[in-house]
Protein backbone atom coordinates (compact mmCIF):
# COMPACT_ATOMS: atom_id res chain seq x y z
CA UNK A 1 0.00 0.00 0.00
CA UNK A 2 1.38 3.03 -1.07
CA UNK A 3 1.31 5.85 1.79
CA UNK A 4 0.16 9.57 1.30
CA UNK A 5 1.91 12.72 1.65
CA UNK A 6 0.74 14.80 4.60
CA UNK A 7 3.95 16.86 5.33
CA UNK A 8 4.26 19.70 7.91
CA UNK A 9 3.02 22.39 5.69
CA UNK A 10 0.10 20.55 4.90
CA UNK A 11 -0.51 20.18 8.75
CA UNK A 12 -0.20 24.07 9.17
CA UNK A 13 -2.60 25.03 6.21
CA UNK A 14 -4.93 22.59 7.65
CA UNK A 15 -4.75 24.37 10.86
CA UNK A 16 -5.00 27.05 9.26
CA UNK A 17 -8.62 26.36 8.00
CA UNK A 18 -9.67 24.75 11.31
CA UNK A 19 -8.92 28.47 12.82
CA UNK A 20 -11.03 30.46 10.22
CA UNK A 21 -13.75 28.05 11.06
CA UNK A 22 -13.57 28.73 14.48
CA UNK A 23 -13.10 32.20 14.05
CA UNK A 24 -16.80 32.33 11.92
CA UNK A 25 -18.02 30.92 14.81
CA UNK A 26 -18.10 27.28 14.34
CA UNK A 27 -18.18 25.81 17.66
CA UNK A 28 -18.00 22.00 17.87
CA UNK A 29 -14.68 21.26 18.69
CA UNK A 30 -15.13 17.63 17.90
CA UNK A 31 -15.58 18.42 14.65
CA UNK A 32 -13.23 20.61 14.32
CA UNK A 33 -10.37 18.12 15.58
CA UNK A 34 -12.02 15.77 13.25
CA UNK A 35 -11.07 18.05 10.24
CA UNK A 36 -7.99 18.63 11.54
CA UNK A 37 -7.11 15.03 11.46
CA UNK A 38 -7.76 14.27 7.65
CA UNK A 39 -5.75 15.46 5.25
CA UNK A 40 -8.25 17.19 2.70
CA UNK A 41 -5.61 17.77 0.28
CA UNK A 42 -5.26 14.20 -1.03
CA UNK A 43 -8.94 13.74 -2.00
CA UNK A 44 -8.22 16.32 -4.59
CA UNK A 45 -6.16 16.50 -7.93
CA UNK A 46 -2.81 17.75 -7.23
CA UNK A 47 -3.46 20.82 -8.91
CA UNK A 48 -5.09 21.79 -6.76
CA UNK A 49 -3.10 21.50 -3.31
CA UNK A 50 -2.34 24.75 -3.24
CA UNK A 51 -6.52 25.58 -2.94
CA UNK A 52 -7.07 22.18 -0.70
CA UNK A 53 -7.74 23.99 2.51
CA UNK A 54 -10.05 26.96 1.30
CA UNK A 55 -13.54 27.40 2.06
CA UNK A 56 -14.69 26.28 -1.38
CA UNK A 57 -15.80 22.80 -3.42
CA UNK A 58 -14.02 21.52 -6.12
CA UNK A 59 -14.94 19.03 -9.20
CA UNK A 60 -14.00 16.04 -8.56
CA UNK A 61 -14.93 14.19 -11.91
CA UNK A 62 -18.45 12.21 -12.70
CA UNK A 63 -20.34 15.27 -12.49
CA UNK A 64 -19.35 15.44 -8.55
CA UNK A 65 -17.84 17.68 -5.90
CA UNK A 66 -15.97 17.97 -2.91
CA UNK A 67 -18.06 20.32 -0.64
CA UNK A 68 -16.56 22.83 1.10
CA UNK A 69 -15.00 22.76 4.33
CA UNK A 70 -17.94 24.65 6.21
CA UNK A 71 -20.32 22.26 4.61
CA UNK A 72 -19.16 19.40 6.14
CA UNK A 73 -18.45 20.53 9.10
CA UNK A 74 -22.20 21.75 9.12
CA UNK A 75 -23.45 18.55 8.10
CA UNK A 76 -21.67 16.56 10.64
CA UNK A 77 -22.87 19.01 13.61
CA UNK A 78 -26.11 18.21 12.70
CA UNK A 79 -25.66 14.66 13.30
CA UNK A 80 -24.44 14.41 16.41
CA UNK A 81 -22.41 11.36 16.34
CA UNK A 82 -21.20 9.16 19.29
CA UNK A 83 -18.47 7.17 19.19
CA UNK A 84 -19.07 3.76 17.90
CA UNK A 85 -22.53 4.71 15.90
CA UNK A 86 -23.15 3.00 12.96
CA UNK A 87 -23.52 5.67 9.65
CA UNK A 88 -24.98 5.50 6.75
CA UNK A 89 -23.77 7.83 4.16
CA UNK A 90 -25.04 8.72 0.91
CA UNK A 91 -22.88 9.92 -1.88
CA UNK A 92 -19.60 8.49 -1.17
CA UNK A 93 -18.29 11.39 -3.85
CA UNK A 94 -14.73 12.28 -3.12
CA UNK A 95 -14.34 9.90 0.59
CA UNK A 96 -13.79 13.49 3.05
CA UNK A 97 -17.21 13.21 4.58
CA UNK A 98 -16.52 9.96 5.47
CA UNK A 99 -13.49 10.23 6.55
CA UNK A 100 -14.13 12.95 8.63
CA UNK A 101 -17.19 11.04 10.50
CA UNK A 102 -14.36 7.65 10.78
CA UNK A 103 -11.67 10.40 12.42
CA UNK A 104 -14.92 10.81 15.06
CA UNK A 105 -15.21 7.31 16.10
CA UNK A 106 -17.79 6.49 14.15
CA UNK A 107 -18.39 3.22 11.91
CA UNK A 108 -19.30 4.14 8.68
CA UNK A 109 -21.11 3.06 5.62
CA UNK A 110 -21.28 4.97 2.36
CA UNK A 111 -22.58 4.32 -0.87
CA UNK A 112 -21.72 5.75 -4.32
CA UNK A 113 -23.54 5.83 -7.66
CA UNK A 114 -20.95 6.65 -9.76
CA UNK A 115 -18.72 3.64 -11.14
CA UNK A 116 -15.28 5.12 -11.68
CA UNK A 117 -15.89 7.54 -8.76
CA UNK A 118 -16.35 4.87 -7.02
CA UNK A 119 -13.27 2.48 -7.82
CA UNK A 120 -11.05 5.82 -7.92
CA UNK A 121 -12.08 6.89 -3.94
CA UNK A 122 -12.14 3.08 -3.08
CA UNK A 123 -8.44 3.45 -3.37
CA UNK A 124 -7.54 7.10 -1.92
CA UNK A 125 -9.38 5.21 1.42
CA UNK A 126 -7.43 2.01 1.31
CA UNK A 127 -4.23 5.00 2.15
CA UNK A 128 -5.89 6.42 4.93
CA UNK A 129 -6.46 4.92 8.38
CA UNK A 130 -9.99 5.34 8.52
CA UNK A 131 -12.56 2.74 8.95
CA UNK A 132 -15.28 3.14 5.84
CA UNK A 133 -16.75 0.31 4.26
CA UNK A 134 -17.67 1.59 0.74
CA UNK A 135 -20.29 0.16 -1.53
CA UNK A 136 -21.46 0.51 -5.27
CA UNK A 137 -25.15 0.79 -5.16
CA UNK A 138 -28.18 3.18 -5.58
CA UNK A 139 -28.63 4.87 -2.63
CA UNK A 140 -31.93 5.87 -2.57
CA UNK A 141 -32.11 1.39 -1.31
CA UNK A 142 -29.45 2.05 1.36
CA UNK A 143 -27.67 -1.07 2.58
CA UNK A 144 -30.64 -3.08 4.81
CA UNK A 145 -28.08 -6.02 5.16
CA UNK A 146 -26.28 -3.92 7.29
CA UNK A 147 -28.89 -1.74 9.23
CA UNK A 148 -29.97 -0.56 11.11
CA UNK A 149 -28.47 2.58 11.40
CA UNK A 150 -27.99 5.06 13.70
CA UNK A 151 -27.17 8.20 11.78
CA UNK A 152 -27.92 8.82 7.73
CA UNK A 153 -26.36 11.75 6.38
CA UNK A 154 -26.71 12.41 2.73
CA UNK A 155 -24.22 14.99 0.55
CA UNK A 156 -26.42 15.03 -2.68
CA UNK A 157 -29.37 17.51 -3.22
CA UNK A 158 -32.96 14.69 -2.62
CA UNK A 159 -36.25 15.29 -4.19
CA UNK A 160 -37.61 13.75 -0.98
CA UNK A 161 -37.11 11.86 2.08
CA UNK A 162 -36.20 8.09 0.89
CA UNK A 163 -38.74 5.99 2.62
CA UNK A 164 -36.19 2.82 2.44
CA UNK A 165 -33.48 5.04 4.37
CA UNK A 166 -35.76 5.98 7.20
CA UNK A 167 -37.13 2.55 7.22
CA UNK A 168 -33.02 1.40 8.16
CA UNK A 169 -32.67 4.52 10.44
CA UNK A 170 -33.00 3.09 13.97
CA UNK A 171 -35.61 4.85 16.55
CA UNK A 172 -34.32 8.44 18.04
CA UNK A 173 -32.12 8.02 14.90
CA UNK A 174 -30.91 11.18 12.97
CA UNK A 175 -31.07 11.66 9.63
CA UNK A 176 -29.43 15.07 7.88
CA UNK A 177 -30.29 15.85 4.18
CA UNK A 178 -30.52 19.04 1.96
CA UNK A 179 -34.00 18.43 0.88
CA UNK A 180 -34.76 20.57 -2.74
CA UNK A 181 -36.40 23.96 -2.54
CA UNK A 182 -38.86 25.74 -5.21
CA UNK A 183 -35.30 27.74 -5.91
CA UNK A 184 -33.19 25.30 -7.24
CA UNK A 185 -31.20 24.55 -3.77
CA UNK A 186 -32.07 23.06 -1.25
CA UNK A 187 -32.86 23.44 2.21
CA UNK A 188 -30.63 21.63 4.70
CA UNK A 189 -32.86 19.56 7.26
CA UNK A 190 -32.26 17.18 10.80
CA UNK A 191 -35.08 14.59 10.67
CA UNK A 192 -35.54 12.55 13.69
CA UNK A 193 -37.26 8.76 13.72
CA UNK A 194 -39.09 9.34 16.94
CA UNK A 195 -39.62 5.85 18.73
CA UNK A 196 -43.50 5.58 17.09
CA UNK A 197 -42.10 6.22 13.62
CA UNK A 198 -42.84 9.46 12.98
CA UNK A 199 -40.54 12.15 11.56
CA UNK A 200 -39.79 15.44 13.81
CA UNK A 201 -37.76 17.99 11.13
CA UNK A 202 -35.46 21.05 11.69
CA UNK A 203 -34.68 23.20 8.78
CA UNK A 204 -31.18 24.55 8.73
CA UNK A 205 -30.81 27.03 6.22
CA UNK A 206 -29.78 26.64 2.37
CA UNK A 207 -27.06 25.12 0.27
CA UNK A 208 -26.23 23.58 -2.95
CA UNK A 209 -25.77 20.49 -3.79
CA UNK A 210 -25.57 17.99 -7.05
CA UNK A 211 -28.36 15.77 -7.57
CA UNK A 212 -29.24 12.52 -6.01
CA UNK A 213 -29.77 10.18 -8.74
CA UNK A 214 -31.41 6.40 -8.56
CA UNK A 215 -29.44 3.25 -10.14
CA UNK A 216 -25.32 3.06 -10.68
CA UNK A 217 -23.42 5.10 -13.62
CA UNK A 218 -19.71 5.06 -15.41
CA UNK A 219 -18.59 8.11 -16.93
Not at 24 to 52: I, K, Q, T
Not at 149 to 176: E, H, S, Y
Amino acid sequence: MNTIEDNYRHKGLRQQMVNQLRSEGFDDERVLAALNEVPRHVFLDSSFVEYAYSDQPFSIGSGQTISQPSTVAFQTKLLKVENSMKVLEIGTGSGYQACVLAAMGTKVFTIERQRNLYFRTKEILEKLPFRVKTFLGDGFEGLPNYGPFDRVIITAGAPCIPQKLVDQLKPNGIMVIPMDNPDGGQTMLRITKMPDGSLSREAYGNFKFVPMLTGTASD
